[in-house]
């Protein structure tokens, strides 16, 4: 059972860590890489299409290997108030960061001249989402080895 929760929590942080830190690199060099030369306009679409392919893959283990991660310490009977509230806005920011990512991916359906401004906005937030849900699970972790969340 350890062997689980230790492959569960690798998986978890790795896919995380992908989408988080995929996001930052697309927001702070790929992106302005793109803009600045000609091969933007060409390999743009490309790009975009494989990362939100890897998105996806990242989303698919995040659900998994969370719900998994939740019951086990929910089930362990070592948690409190503190701990279950930092939990629920974990769980929160990373909704935000689902939903956002499902407009992004319907947005990208759409022709450029179509989308509104919330499209150029979304990757920030979801990247903002993203820290901060790092942050908590910091918290979590924190909390539950200090054993502040009885």
């Known amino acids: 059972m350890a062997l689980l929760s230790v492959l569960m929590r ?23 890489a793109l803009r600045a030369t000609e091969a933007g306009s060409s390999a ?5 299409a494989a990362f939100r392919r890897m998105v996806n893959a990242c989303i698919g283990v995040l659900v998994l290997s969370g719900a998994y991660l ?11 108030p503190l701990y279950v509230a930092l939990l629920v806005a974990k769980v929160a920011a990373a909704c935000g960061m689902l939903l956002l990512a499902a407009f992004q991916a319907q947005e990208a359906r759409r022709l450029p001249k179509h989308r509104g401004r919330f ?11 993203g820290l901060l849900t790092f942050a908590l699970g910091a918290a979590l ?6 054993g502040l969340s009885r």
């Open 119 to 129: 499209w150029t906005l979304a990757p920030r937030g979801i990247l903002a989402l």
């Open 44 to 48: 743009g679409p490309l790009i975009a």
């Open 70 to 80: 939740t019951f086990d310490r929910l089930a362990s009977g070592q948690v409190g």
């Open 10 to 32: 690798t998986l978890h942080l790795v896919a995380a860590a992908v989408w988080v830190g995929g996001s930052l690199m697309y927001l702070a060099v790929i992106t302005p």
């Open 141 to 146: 972790v924190v909390v539950f080895d200090l």
